[in-house]
């Protein structure tokens, strides 16, 4: 089901720890136009966040990789966001999606896909072993300002 | 992210401040468990308030600070957590398992 959009932006960049916050912030300033109310700016900076992770950690474990962010400005005042990498791949999506499931040993909570989808409306993961992993999720922002030309 | 120890009387204050995603918790992780096996407290009390910005890697940290206060058979305690950090510790269930106020 693709919807259509008013505005989209890309992003791509390297698998380095540093770009998590990158990520947030672009995310977060892409989405201001939306006028996004201040809890909705936070849901939306810390599933990007567990995303975006997930790509840095998981998919490129001794390695660099690319990490994809593509958003969306959707009808209804919807974002959309989907990261992408082409990293290892998940075997057991369903699996992975449990609270407490994880593969990331102590450094892990394995509560990334979990707190995703409790702040986001829609979360849909798609992901082929050896081939990589896609990360989509929706919210509809309230949007503050009622009033329409 | 910043890690501040304060120590007095056995009891550990960890004054955390900055970004606790995972680029930041990497060292902060460390630290903590370095301050608490220097300062063995009996209690410790991990201070939120300079956190800007947290997600499941906090979670991490935390979890592994107070398991380690449990091998040293004392308490801990997450105080002055900001909105954001509290609703990513109330939707991964956290409030059971650590004492937040
Ligand atoms: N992009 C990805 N590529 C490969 N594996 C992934 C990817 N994202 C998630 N996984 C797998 O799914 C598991 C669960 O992910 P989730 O984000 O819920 O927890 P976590 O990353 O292990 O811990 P936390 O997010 O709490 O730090 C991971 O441990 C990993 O095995
Ligand atoms: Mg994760």
């Known amino acids: 089901m693709k919807r259509k959009s008013s505005n989209e932006f890309t992003l791509e960049f390297l698998s380095r720890s540093a770009n998590e916050g990158f990520a947030r912030m672009a995310v977060a300033c892409f989405a201001a136009q939306m006028d996004p109310t201040l809890n909705e700016l936070e849901d939306i900076k810390t599933a990007v966040s567990e995303a975006v992770t997930n790509a840095i950690v998981h998919a490129y474990p001794n390695a660099l990789g690319k990490v994809t962010v593509h958003g969306r400005i959707c009808e209804g005042n919807v974002l959309e966001i989907t990261v992408k990498d082409r990293g290892r791949g998940i075997p057991d999506v369903n699996?992975?999606?449990?609270?407490?499931?994880?593969?990331?040993?102590?450094?892990?909570?394995?509560?990334?896909?979990?707190?995703?989808?409790?702040?986001?409306?829609?979360?849909?993961?798609?992901?082929?072993?050896?081939?990589?992993?896609?990360?989509?999720?929706?919210?509809?922002?309230?949007?503050?300002?009622?009033?329409?030309? | 992210?910043?890690?501040?120890?304060?120590?007095?009387?056995?009891?550990?204050?960890?004054?955390?401040?900055?970004?606790?995603?995972?680029?930041?918790?990497?060292?902060?992780?460390?630290?903590?468990?370095?301050?608490?096996?220097?300062?063995?407290?009996?209690?410790?009390?991990?201070?939120?308030?300079?956190?800007?910005?947290?997600?499941?890697?906090?979670?991490?940290?935390?979890?592994?600070?107070?398991?380690?206060m449990q091998n040293l058979g004392g308490s801990m305690v997450v105080c002055h957590v900001p909105q954001q950090a509290k609703r990513v510790l109330e939707a991964a269930g956290i409030c059971r398992l650590v004492a937040v106020r």
């Open chain 1, 95 to 149: 699996q992975a999606r449990q609270p407490m499931f994880t593969t990331g040993g102590e450094e892990r909570s394995g509560m990334g896909f979990t707190i995703m989808e409790s702040f986001m409306d829609h979360l849909v993961v798609k992901s082929v072993v050896g081939r990589g992993t896609s990360v989509q999720m929706r919210k509809k922002l309230s949007s503050r300002l009622k009033v329409q030309k």
């Open chain 2, 1 to 68: 992210m910043e890690l501040n120890a304060k120590s007095t009387d056995r009891n550990l204050l960890l004054e955390l401040s900055g970004e606790l995603d995972h680029h930041g918790a990497r060292d902060a992780i460390a630290e903590t468990e370095r301050a608490i096996d220097a300062a063995l407290p009996r209690r410790l009390m991990l201070d939120f308030s300079g956190v800007t910005f947290m997600d499941s890697s906090g979670i991490a940290l935390i979890l592994r600070a107070q398991k380690r």
